[in-house]
């Protein structure tokens, strides 16, 4: 701590800094480095991966299968042509999900589509064990 030593300047702070705390905090962290200098040389070995870009096999993508759902409830799969009831829906569904690998079902609802029709459809995809399923957007018509 940094005192006056009652010259003639009696009562005005001392010029000199105090190295003493600075001297105290540069040991220890001397210590400190010396301890874990020899911790930081271990060394761990792990054996990456490597990548074969120009590897052959290479798995297609899974198959898409296209849900259309109108602003009325009415659904079509597929080709957008013809409606499809529900028990037809459920039969292909169950068809789709056995196979492996399991396609993905993406569900296209009109903007003005009740919730309702596109949860029977979810609902209904999941009852036959499709898990792969996305959504598509369509603008305003």
Not at 55 to 68: M, S
Not at 69 to 87: L, V
Not at 97 to 115: G, N, V, Y
């Given at each position: 701590?940094?005192?006056?030593?009652?010259?003639?300047?009696?009562?005005?702070?001392?010029?000199e800094?105090?190295?003493?705390?600075?001297?105290?905090?540069?040991?220890?962290?001397?210590?400190?480095?010396?301890?874990?200098?020899?911790?930081?040389?271990?060394?761990?070995?792990?054996?990456?991966?490597?990548?074969?870009?120009?590897?052959?096999?290479?798995?297609?993508?899974?198959?898409?299968?296209?849900?259309?759902?109108?602003?009325?409830?009415?659904?079509?799969?597929?080709?957008?042509?013809?409606?499809?009831?529900?028990?037809?829906?459920?039969?292909?569904?169950?068809?789709?999900?056995?196979?492996s690998?399991?396609?993905?079902?993406?569900?296209?609802?009109?903007?003005?589509?009740e919730?309702?029709?596109?949860?029977?459809?979810?609902?209904?995809?999941?009852?036959?064990?499709?898990?792969?399923?996305?959504?598509?957007?369509?603008?305003?018509?």
């Amino acid at each position: 701590m940094a005192m006056s030593t009652g010259g003639s300047e009696s009562g005005s702070p001392m010029s000199e800094i105090n190295v003493t705390p600075l001297v105290d905090v540069m040991l220890v962290l001397l210590i400190i480095f010396m301890i874990t200098a020899p911790l930081m040389s271990h060394r761990v070995t792990i054996k990456l991966p490597t990548a074969n870009p120009h590897q052959e096999e290479k798995t297609p993508p899974p198959e898409v299968i296209d849900l259309a759902i109108k602003a009325d409830g009415s659904m079509y799969f597929q080709d957008n042509q013809t409606a499809i009831t529900d028990a037809e829906l459920k039969q292909q569904f169950a068809v789709y999900a056995q196979k492996s690998p399991q396609p993905e079902l993406q569900i296209r609802a009109a903007h003005d589509t009740e919730f309702k029709a596109v949860r029977k459809a979810l609902g209904e995809a999941k009852d036959s064990g499709l898990v792969h399923v996305g959504f598509m957007t369509t603008g305003k018509e």
